[in-house]
């Protein structure tokens, strides 16, 4: 079985689909798949699941796999970054400390909830990984006396971020 999962609009990394398709054949599927593009998707990705496997779910209804994805987006920026917040938390505390920070759970949650806000209040519509992920890991941490924390005003700077 071969799934596309695909959206209209208002994707994010945590509710970013909302229509699904599964097809017995990978000719099937990839003709499915531009069906979707050229009926105006947002984006589709097609996957096969591993045999057996569901995905799993917080108690308050999250998706343990976006939030991993979410991880490691905010972890790829952190690295690929020459400066700010969290280099400067890095090359005091070690990138243990650093993967630790970023992969708490109200971090992984605001990161999606800026990434809404940025998209309804800014009309941001960059790609979450390559774009959101670098600019909120610049503009929404801070660190202070050895401690990295999201800033008190990081709703504000996403709803007002240039896009």
């Known amino acids: 079985m071969i799934v596309l999962s695909y959206s209209h609009a208002d994707f ?8 699904f398709s599964m097809f017995d054949s990978f ?3 990839q003709e499915g798949f ?3 593009i050229a009926d105006g998707a947002s984006c589709a990705v097609l996957s096969i699941p591993y045999e057996g496997t569901e995905p799993q779910w917080t108690d308050d209804g999250i998706n343990l796999d976006n939030l991993l994805e979410i991880a490691q987006c905010l972890w790829e920026s952190a690295v690929e970054a020459s400066a700010g917040p969290l280099q400067d938390f890095r090359s005091r505390r070690g990138a243990a ?3 630790s920070f970023l992969r708490d759970r109200k971090v992984l949650l605001a990161c999606e909830e800026g990434w809404k806000i940025a998209q309804r209040d800014a009309g941001f519509s960059d790609s979450f990984d390559w774009d959101f992920c670098p600019w909120f890991s610049r503009e929404c941490f801070e660190f202070s006396d ?3 924390a999201l800033c008190n005003d ?10």
């Open 27 to 29: 000719d099937a599927a």
């Open 146 to 148: 050895g401690v990295v």
């Open 154 to 163: 990081w709703r504000d700077r996403c709803a007002a971020m240039a896009a």
């Open 97 to 99: 400390e650093l993967r």
């Open 34 to 36: 531009r069906q979707a």
């Open 12 to 19: 994010g990394p945590t509710n970013n689909v909302d229509q």
